[in-house]
């Protein structure tokens, strides 16, 4: 990955307070073509909060955001999914109680019109589904299995399946490993990897240094709700990035 | 130790593998889906054993109907509320005050045809008030705003009726409620007519059943209750499909209202006394999850006919009323443990 690919996403001076606590000041942050960014940070720096601007469940107090080079400015969820950014939420953001296709749509589901009445399009979603679970290579028995009868690792599988279902430019990952078993890690920084070659930009925030060290190809730290460092993957070591967690330069 | 470990996890796998081929576990998804018919079925017949001659006989089969047809509205209602992981406890409350303000129409000489539609914008219009408290003034739970709506509405209802009955409709106005279709063109006796309160049942569960399962505002309802903050993330105005589904239950009370109205031919201050908590039952029985997501039309209509049946039987066989409350209350209970069991199985811990 070389700087030379198009910049996607870019937040400049991004500040948010809660009442009279600052959770983010002053935040700086670029993703481009095809990169895997990875954001790290203690308990509280402020990652959680930057994710939530970006995907415009929150307002920033101060700062702009940059998409291919124009400014926007993000009301809702929705917005962001107009641009192609993407989230993928810690708490996977899954209705367990619907089948992978429908919560792969969900809130974009497609339609066919009958008269002036619109009908959910059964056969559209299950095809749609299985191209593209086909295209990234996940596997499950079936599209109408419900999400609440899969592992962790396939539920990880579906949200991510999710957010690149609509042409996804960049695509926002809160601690995608997490909550998985050993086995299932691997199989979702494959997918990492395979979204990065198709030409999205990867934000993944992560407690796991083995993460970030497999897919990220730049790293940057928070630290109190500031940018603290940031690096080229190649140019820092785990040691000094655990460092930066702590506040250690 | 770690090899030990492996092994018991290995073999827990295994357990599971088998387990899920067995017969049945394929059975059990049919077994969801179809139990609470199979249930009704085996009621209807244990029924028809014991009181053969008039169970089955076509006087109280519409009588059945006919008994349930304001309940099964307001049942629906409370089943699209208790799929969002609500519940509203004013349905029977919206019913009376949607009733009194039809016979306060009617007896001021409005046409039939405004008396017939005041009740279900009245009903709308409660239930509007439902949803709106709920989403805007950020209520803990719905529990509690339905449960102040309770007592207003029914405490409205008796204050601009004086809480007396009023008595005495046209017979357009009776129609849904009374009205029967005649079915002497097939050959059947005159005593064999086809209650109007049963084909509007069927008509409304059929339309409810199609915007639940086959419109986008019905996903999105089930996604509210599978997971409110993943219908949020997805773009969904989770407070816009609430209001809808609260209005929507208002509206059905006020269908029920106008029912009672045409079977009762009056509006009496004790209308629908403590039909919000059949209603829940139906819901609950017919296999509609407390938390939310779960539960099928069908399901709610199984749960209202199991209701029906068992107070009709019970009481062509003489049993106490106090038999009957004892009766539904262990099949609730009975319901919502093989819910229980249910999720056990089904999920993923």
Redesign the interface.
């Given at each position: 990955m070389t700087l030379t690919n198009k910049l996607l996403l870019e937040a400049k001076g991004i500040t948010k307070y809660f009442g009279t606590i600052t959770a983010l000041e002053n935040v700086n942050l670029k993703v481009h073509e095809g990169e895997c960014l990875g954001v790290v940070g203690d308990n509280g720096a402020g990652k959680s909060t930057l994710m939530k601007v970006l995907s415009g469940l929150y307002k920033p107090s101060a700062g702009a955001l940059f998409f291919k080079g124009k400014e926007h400015v993000l009301d809702s969820p929705k917005d962001s999914q107009n641009l192609g950014l993407e989230m993928v939420y810690q708490d996977l953001a899954l209705a367990g109680n619907l089948p992978i296709g429908e919560n792969i749509f969900l809130g974009r589901e497609p339609t066919k019109n009958i008269g002036f009445l619109k009908f959910l399009d059964f056969k559209k979603i299950q095809e749609m589904t299985s191209a593209h679970l086909e295209k990234l290579k996940i596997n499950v028995k079936s599209a109408d299995q419900k999400v609440e009868e899969l592992s962790g690792g396939q539920r990880q599988a579906v949200a991510i399946a999710r957010s690149t279902a609509f042409n996804a430019k960049v695509v926002i990952m809160d601690e995608p490993t997490a909550a998985l078993a050993i086995k299932e890690v691997g199989k979702v920084l494959d997918l990492i990897n395979k979204l990065k070659s198709t030409g999205v930009g990867v934000i993944v925030i992560s407690h796991r240094m083995d993460d970030i060290f497999t897919v990220c190809d730049r790293v940057m730290a928070l630290f109190q709700g500031t940018n603290f460092a940031e690096s080229q993957l190649d140019k820092t070591s785990r040691d000094e990035v655990i460092g930066w967690i702590m506040g250690k330069k | 130790m770690k090899s030990l470990v492996g092994l018991w996890e290995k073999n827990k796998m295994d357990d599971k593998e088998k387990k899920q081929d067995s017969l049945y576990v394929k059975l059990i998804p049919y077994f969801e889906k179809y139990g609470i018919l199979l249930l009704l079925v085996i009621m209807i017949l244990v029924m028809h054993i014991l009181q053969p001659d008039v169970f089955l006989s076509w006087r109280n089969v519409t009588n059945v109907f006919k008994q349930i047809s304001w309940q099964s509205m307001l049942a629906l209602g409370v089943f699209m509320v208790i799929v969002t992981a609500g519940i509203d406890l004013s349905v029977g409350s919206i019913m009376m005050l949607s009733l009194m303000i039809l016979a306060i129409v009617a007896k001021a000489g409005a046409p039939w045809f405004i008396v017939v539609l005041v009740p279900l914008f009245a009903g709308f219009l409660c239930g509007l008030i439902n949803g709106l408290g709920i989403t805007l003034l950020r209520m803990p739970h719905p529990f509690i705003m339905t449960l102040g709506t309770l007592y207003i509405f029914r405490g409205t209802g008796n204050l601009i009726s004086g809480g007396t009955p009023i008595s005495g409709f046209t017979d357009e106005v009776r129609y849904l409620g009374h009205g029967r279709i005649d079915l002497t063109w097939l050959g059947l006796e005159k005593s064999q007519y086809l209650p109007v309160s049963l084909v509007l049942i069927a008509v409304v569960y059929f339309v409810f059943w199609v915007f639940l399962n086959?419109?986008?505002t019905g996903?999105?309802i089930?996604?509210i209750?599978?997971?409110p903050?993943?219908?949020?993330?997805?773009?969904?105005n989770v407070n816009k499909i609430l209001i809808i589904v609260y209005s929507l239950c208002g509206f059905l009370s006020g269908i029920g209202a106008l029912i009672l109205a045409g079977r009762t031919d009056s509006g009496y201050p004790n209308a629908g006394l403590q039909s919000e908590l059949d209603a829940i039952a139906a819901c609950i029985i017919g296999g509609a999850s407390f938390f939310?997501?779960?539960g099928t039309v069908l399901g709610v209509f199984a749960g209202v006919m199991i209701m029906g049946i068992l107070r009709n039987g019970l009481n062509l066989m003489d049993v106490s009323s106090f038999w009957q409350q004892v009766l539904i209350g262990s099949i609730i209970v009975l319901a919502v443990y093989v819910d229980v069991l249910r999720r056990d199985f089904?999920?993923?811990k």
């Open positions: - | 086959h419109s986008r996903k999105w089930y996604a209750g599978g997971n903050s993943a219908a949020r993330a997805s773009g969904i939310g997501g779960r089904g999920t993923r």
